[in-house]
C-alpha cells in the first residue's frame, strides 16, 4: 500500500516561486510514472504535470507550460514541481498520484493530503 505526503505549498506573491515536493512509500516506487495534480474550489481535479518513472519524459498542461517544471529522485522515493511565475489562478490545493502517462489518469484512487498553494495579486 502506497502512502504519499505532499508539502512545500504556502502563500507566495503573483510572480513568486514555489518548490513542492511528494514523498511515497514504497519500494517499488521507481516503477510508476507520477503526477501532479490540483484542485481550485469549483473545478475538477486536473493534471499539470506528469513524469516517467526513469524520468526521461514529461508532459504539462498548456497553461503552466514554461513556468512549472516536475522532477523526480527515486533514491528519495520523492517527486518535485517547481513552480516559477505564479499566478493567481494557480491557487489550488496539489496533489501528487501514480498515473497512466499517456493518459495522465490516476492508476488508483490514492492520494495524499495535499498541499495549499495561495498566490495573491
Known amino acids: 500500500q502506497v502512502q504519499l505526503v505532499e508539502s512545500g505549498g504556502g502563500l507566495v506573491q503573483a510572480g513568486g516561486s514555489l518548490r513542492l515536493s511528494c514523498a511515497a512509500s514504497?519500494?517499488?516506487?521507481?516503477?510508476?510514472?507520477m503526477g501532479w495534480f490540483r484542485q481550485a474550489p469549483g473545478k475538477e481535479r486536473e493534471c499539470v504535470a506528469a513524469?516517467?518513472?526513469?524520468?526521461?519524459?514529461?508532459y504539462y498542461t498548456d497553461s503552466v507550460k514554461g513556468r512549472f517544471a516536475i522532477s523526480r529522485d527515486n533514491a528519495k522515493n520523492t517527486v518535485y514541481l517547481q513552480m516559477n511565475s505564479l499566478k493567481p489562478e494557480d491557487t489550488a490545493i496539489y496533489y501528487c498520484?501514480?498515473?497512466?502517462?499517456?493518459?495522465?489518469?490516476?492508476?488508483?484512487?490514492?492520494w495524499g493530503q495535499g498541499t495549499q498553494v495561495t498566490v495573491s495579486s
Open positions: 498520484a501514480a498515473v497512466y502517462y499517456g493518459n495522465r489518469r490516476p492508476l488508483d484512487d490514492t
Open positions: 513524469i516517467t518513472s526513469g524520468g526521461g519524459s514529461t
Open positions: 514504497g519500494r517499488t516506487f521507481s516503477m510508476y510514472s
